[in-house]
């Protein structure tokens, strides 16, 4: 019998295949955690790298997982094929919205400019009040450290203000980021304006 969904967290993951195997397994070990928590998985339907390492460990622990992807990305082949329930996208804004949209929580793996991109943009939207899940940054090896450092400094500098720290939580292994999700609460922080 098929465990019931409570909801679905979006994982932002690198497509990168040349990297430290921790990256790798820290990976497969959050997917393995989501499914038995009950949460699908949904991320961008890539095949390699921490994107394919998460999807991996949430199948084979009998989870689900929700692929959304681009047409010109499924077109080069780039699509995961073990993945059974995937959405196309006819481009990369309309990907993000939509992993957005489908999004209880959302949780970002290291990656490159990419996967930088989209946690950059989620934390721009929960600052705008667009999006309000929470949003959890898994800093494998201290993988983030400079950005949260750069993040922090805007803050100092007064870019940002001081609630807006509150936009993120940090967890240093899956198992943290899996019990940051489970105790989130919705968090209150000053309007950008």
């Given at each position: 019998?098929?465990?019931?969904?409570?909801?679905?967290?979006?994982?932002?993951?690198?497509?990168?295949?040349?990297?430290?195997?921790?990256y790798l397994a820290d990976?497969?070990?959050?997917?393995?955690?989501?499914?038995?928590?009950?949460?699908?998985?949904?991320?961008?339907?890539?095949?390699?790298?921490?994107?394919?390492?998460?999807?991996?460990?949430?199948?084979d622990a009998g989870g689900e997982v929700t692929?959304?992807?681009?047409?010109?990305?499924?077109?080069?082949?780039?699509?995961?094929?073990?993945?059974?329930?995937?959405?196309?996208?006819?481009?990369?804004?309309?990907?993000?919205?939509?992993?957005?949209?489908?999004?209880?929580?959302?949780?970002?793996?290291?990656?490159?400019?990419?996967?930088?991109?989209?946690?950059?943009?989620?934390?721009?939207?929960?600052?705008?009040?667009?999006?309000?899940?929470?949003?959890?940054?898994?800093?494998?090896?201290?993988?983030?450290?400079?950005?949260?450092?750069?993040?922090?400094?805007?803050?100092?500098?007064?870019?940002?203000?001081?609630?807006?720290?509150?936009?993120?939580?940090?967890?240093?292994?899956?198992?943290?980021?899996?019990?940051?999700?489970?105790?989130?609460?919705?968090?209150?922080?000053?309007?950008?304006?």
């Open positions: 019998m098929k465990q019931e969904i409570r909801g679905n967290v979006c994982v932002f993951a690198a497509s990168s295949a040349n990297i430290d195997e921790q990976a497969r070990e959050l997917g393995v955690l989501l499914a038995q928590g009950g949460w699908r998985c949904v991320n961008g339907g890539g095949a390699v790298g921490l994107m394919g390492a998460v999807t991996d460990g949430a199948l692929g959304v992807i681009p047409k010109f990305m499924v077109d080069n082949g780039w699509l995961y094929d073990r993945l059974e329930d995937v959405v196309v996208t006819a481009d990369m804004h309309q990907r993000k919205s939509m992993m957005s949209d489908m999004a209880d929580a959302v949780i970002a793996l290291p990656g490159g400019v990419g996967t930088m991109e989209e946690l950059l943009e989620t934390l721009t939207w929960r600052q705008l009040g667009l999006v309000k899940v929470p949003v959890i940054i898994l800093n494998t090896l201290g993988y983030y450290d400079s950005l949260l450092t750069l993040l922090n400094h805007a803050i100092s500098e007064g870019f940002m203000k001081t609630s807006h720290a509150r936009l993120w939580q940090v967890a240093d292994t899956p198992a943290q980021a899996v019990a940051l999700l489970q105790s989130s609460e919705s968090v209150e922080f000053e309007s950008k304006y």
